[in-house]
C-alpha cells in the first residue's frame, strides 16, 4: 500500500500483494469481490482503497476506505501514531475495527 498526499487529502494505493497471482487462474489477482461486474476484473495493483479522504485535524483524516476482502466500501478515519504507523479504522453504522499499518520501506 502506497499512501501519499492527494490534494489536501490522502490517497492510498494497493502497489504489492503477498501473493500477486491467483492461484486458481494462474493470472494477476483482481477485485473479483466487487458487486460492481464492471470493476470485477480491474487488477488489485494499483487498485485505490482511500476515497475522499479529507483532513480532520494535524495528522488526521476522514473519508471512505474500500475493502477488497469483501468488496464493501466503508466510513474511515485515518490518523498518523508514530513516524512510521497510521491507524486506519472503517465503521459500519456503530460497529468498528481497525488495524496499525506499519512503513515498511522508504
Known amino acids: 500500500m502506497r499512501v501519499s498526499k492527494c490534494g489536501s487529502g490522502i490517497c492510498g494505493v494497493i ?12 493470472k494477476p489477482q483482481v477485485d ?7 470493476l470485477k476484473k480491474r487488477p488489485m495493483i494499483g487498485l485505490p ?3 475522499g ?4 485535524g494535524p495528522g488526521r483524516w476522514f473519508g471512505q476506505i474500500y ?7 466503508y466510513a474511515s478515519n485515518v490518523s498518523v501514531t508514530g513516524p ?6 472503517g465503521c459500519v453504522g456503530a460497529l468498528c475495527g481497525g488495524e496499525n499499518w506499519a512503513r515498511v520501506g522508504r
Open 84 to 89: 512510521d504507523t497510521l491507524k486506519v479504522e
Open 15 to 26: 502497489v504489492g500483494l503477498k501473493d500477486p497471482i491467483d492461484p486458481a487462474t494462474g
Open 49 to 51: 482503497l482511500f476515497i
Open 53 to 56: 479522504m479529507h483532513p480532520t
Open 32 to 38: 473479483d469481490k466487487n458487486p460492481n461486474p464492471a
Open 67 to 73: 475493502n477488497a476482502d469483501d468488496g464493501s466500501t
